[in-house]
């Protein structure tokens, strides 16, 4: 089972071990979303797949939409957009059939401020 932990402001991923949560304070840290993957669905809590972003030494980091979703209801990660020069807050919404998905706070049902970023390509 993979893990997802921030060490030195890095989003990493590796194998469950004591070893990787050694010294990592477990405060969610806010991250910016820079890319999407979008499927062919019209339903709000299937048009997103995956959210991307770049780390602070220029890494990629990429988390599917369920990984996020579980990241932030566990208080690990705060996820954000930047739209119009604001920076925007990305929450879980539920779906009128009970289905987790992301949006931001200034969507409507659907999560139009990340459908509007650029294609995750890595």
């Known amino acids: 089972m993979a893990v997802f932990i921030v060490k030195e402001g890095f989003l990493r991923t590796g194998p469950w071990h004591p070893y990787y949560l050694k010294g990592v304070i477990k405060m969610a840290s806010r991250h910016e979303i820079k890319c999407v993957n979008k499927s062919d669905r019209y339903n709000p809590h299937e048009r997103i797949t995956a959210i991307g972003g770049v780390n602070p030494n220029g890494t990629n980091w990429k988390l599917s939409q369920e990984e996020a979703v579980r990241s932030i209801e566990a208080g690990r990660y705060q996820f954000f957009v930047k739209a119009g020069g604001r920076i925007v807050d990305v929450i ?12 931001t706070v200034a969507d409507g049902e659907h999560p139009n401020n990340l459908l509007s970023l650029y294609e995750c390509v890595h």
Do not use: C, E, P
């Open 92 to 103: 879980v919404a539920v779906s009128r059939y009970g289905h987790k998905y992301l949006k």
